[in-house]
């Protein structure tokens, strides 16, 4: 080979070399800009839950200072409410699996349990101390729950712990820098962590749907067939478009709904015992830069139930976090009612388009027929607890998630004040009472209905 032929390899071989380096510098420059900003948003949605939380656990410890009925009533309400808001903000944190449930659970018993509570708050055994003593017992449950959160929280700001969606990403980059330690921590892990250290809620004697003596089954299963775990595996493998030889099992979960569970290299699945029914998928899709609207993921999340026969149903509300549109949707029935406890979630990657999850708990256990005719009656009562300031723009009947062991029917009345800001207001249908309040920031109005 001659010198000016050695010298035009060698030329091309450094460039080579430049080329690829200046590469491996561009992925990991955007993989670690890629991880500031998942880092970003995934810290300030697990601080909205830790704030959350926080004024969860600060009225928990108030309610052991109440000893007057207009007192206990406020707190417990107080409670009440800090405990939806616990329960969204735990709701849209960026984790795919199911160690949230153990916690939710605990918040839903508080809330429930409170509100209850608030309910009975002139009776003598409330005023007498042990109801107030038993509500009091969560706030050290609570309290440890934020201080785990806060420490979540921090380690994610500290680096020390990093999205399940990040280390993927740099886990394909291993073959050239070990950019993650294969025994890095994840958000999943923690949190699983933190669930099996979660104790269990105290023993509760109430008539309520969280109660430990509470019979509540999955209403939607009650006369379904119980099926073996072949005939879930095929309902597995045809709900995910798949081979079934691509699942396998992962064992069975006896919980309030007892299930069967599989999973390919990326997805898992749960498929009901009773009905061989779809209760939850995960899938681990990779999130990257947004691409699709919140309008694309909402269709998106209604042609996935149209494709899989679930019909009669209708968007209530999506919320955006960490790259995904987090869609619920309730059941409509007879003539236009929306049943709220009848509810199943997808969530889309605005990445992808793709469907991340799917959770049919809420339809499972609470759908079943319902006697409309004797929920709902004239407007008399309901039409006089709308504020004068308010202009209604719809009235539409609704059944709103249960207080105790009650659904509770309402009339949904839309509204608006002078400044065209929307509110919602729902009102006993039965009772002619107030039940829920939406302020303006509160108030979620599908798109194209404004």
């Not at 099996?196 to 008539?207: E, G, H, R, S």
Request: negative net charge.
């Amino acid at each position: 080979m001659s010198r000016r032929a050695k010298i035009r390899w060698i030329s091309y071989g450094l460039a080579l070399v430049v080329c690829f380096s200046a590469a491996l510098i561009a992925c990991f420059t955007g993989a670690n800009r890629y991880e500031t900003r998942i880092n970003a948003d995934t810290g300030r949605a697990l601080g909205a839950a830790v704030n959350a939380v926080d004024a969860l656990d600060r009225s928990l410890q108030k309610s052991a200072c109440a000893t007057t009925p207009s007192m206990v009533k406020t707190i417990c309400m107080d409670v009440y409410s800090n405990a939806q808001q616990a329960e969204t903000a735990l709701s849209v944190l960026p984790v795919k699996s199911t160690s949230l449930e153990q916690i939710a659970r605990h918040i839903s018993v508080v809330g429930d349990y409170a509100s209850m509570l608030s309910r009975t708050g002139s009776d003598e055994a409330v005023l007498s101390g042990k109801s107030l003593q038993e509500l009091a017992q969560f706030s050290d449950t609570t309290a440890a729950l934020c201080d785990a959160l806060a420490d979540l929280q921090r380690h994610i700001a500290d680096g020390e712990t990093a999205s399940e969606t990040f280390e993927r990403i740099t886990d394909t980059l291993d073959n050239l820098e070990a950019e993650v330690s294969s025994e890095a921590s994840t958000m999943e892990t923690q949190m699983e962590t933190i669930a099996k250290a979660f104790p269990n809620v105290p023993a509760l004697i109430y008539d309520g749907k969280y109660s430990d003596h509470s019979s509540d089954k999955p209403k939607a299963l009650e006369n379904e067939p119980e099926c073996t775990q072949e005939e879930a595996l095929a309902a597995a493998a045809e709900w995910l478009g798949c081979d079934k030889s691509e699942l396998q099992s992962i064992g069975a979960l006896e919980t309030e709904i007892p299930c069967y569970c599989f999973e390919t290299d990326r997805v898992r699945i749960a498929i009901t015992k009773h009905g061989a029914k779809t209760l939850w998928m995960m899938d681990e899709a990779d999130s990257e830069e947004a691409e699709y609207t919140q309008e694309d993921a909402e269709k998106a999340a209604a042609a996935y139930l149209e494709k899989h026969g679930i019909t009669d149903m209708e968007l209530t509300k999506t919320v955006l976090s960490g790259g995904e549109a987090n869609s619920s949707f309730a059941a409509v029935l007879g003539d236009n009612v929306l049943c709220y406890p009848d509810e199943i979630k997808v969530t889309v990657s605005l990445s992808s388009g793709e469907i991340t999850a799917y959770n049919a708990r809420g339809y499972l256990m609470h759908h079943t027929q319902r006697e409309l005719n004797e929920l709902f009656g004239g407007r008399e009562k309901t039409d006089a607890a709308v504020p004068a300031f308010l202009t209604v723009q719809s009235v539409r009947p609704v059944i709103l998630n249960a207080i105790g062991t009650e659904e509770r029917a309402c009339y949904q009345y839309t509204c608006a004040d002078e400044a065209g800001e929307p509110y919602q207001i729902c009102v006993n249908a039965k009772t002619g009472e107030q039940e829920q309040i939406l302020l303006p920031d509160e108030v979620w109005i599908e798109a194209g209905t404004q």
